[in-house]
């Protein structure tokens, strides 16, 4: 069963850092894309970052592009998020999942190619203005 549980989210001011961490049992983690998702209430949950399963090709969203960071430490089968420079409209419940497919262009960072059962239950970013 793939377990994947997020960590890190809190409540900062605009401006600040955070750096949110996903970490996964039950699947073979160095052989899956991964990807960060983001849903606020009453939108769809989108794609933000996404990175091959070598980590060296990472996808990002226009909205944290040069601000964002993925990356992923496949021998502790842990996935991180450095969020730099941070807005209000970051504000959002961040998720992380297991991709059946990569593409650097993005696209498939999405919730069509999330790998079944992969999703994680969330953490909370929270960013005042």
């Known amino acids: 069963q793939v377990r994947l549980v997020e960590s890190g989210g809190d409540l900062v001011q605009a401006g600040e850092s955070l750096t949110l961490s996903c970490t996964a049992s039950?699947?073979?983690?160095?052989?899956?894309?991964m990807g960060w998702f983001r849903q606020t209430p009453g939108k769809e949950r989108e794609g933000i970052s996404c990175?091959?399963?070598?980590?060296?090709?990472?996808y990002y969203s226009d909205s944290v592009q040069d601000r964002f960071t993925i990356t992923r430490h496949n021998a502790n089968n842990t996935l991180y998020l450095l969020m730099n420079s941070l807005k209000p409209e970051d504000t959002a419940m961040y998720y992380c999942?297991?991709?059946?497919?990569?593409?650097?262009?993005?696209?498939?960072?999405?919730?069509?190619?999330?790998?079944?059962?992969?999703w994680g239950r969330g953490t909370q970013v929270t960013v005042s203005s």
């Open positions: 039950g699947l073979s983690f160095g052989s899956w894309a």
């Open positions: 999942a297991a991709l059946k497919q990569y593409m650097r262009n993005g696209r498939y960072c999405t919730v069509r190619s999330v790998r079944d059962g992969s």
């Open positions: 990175i091959n399963a070598g980590g060296d090709s990472a």
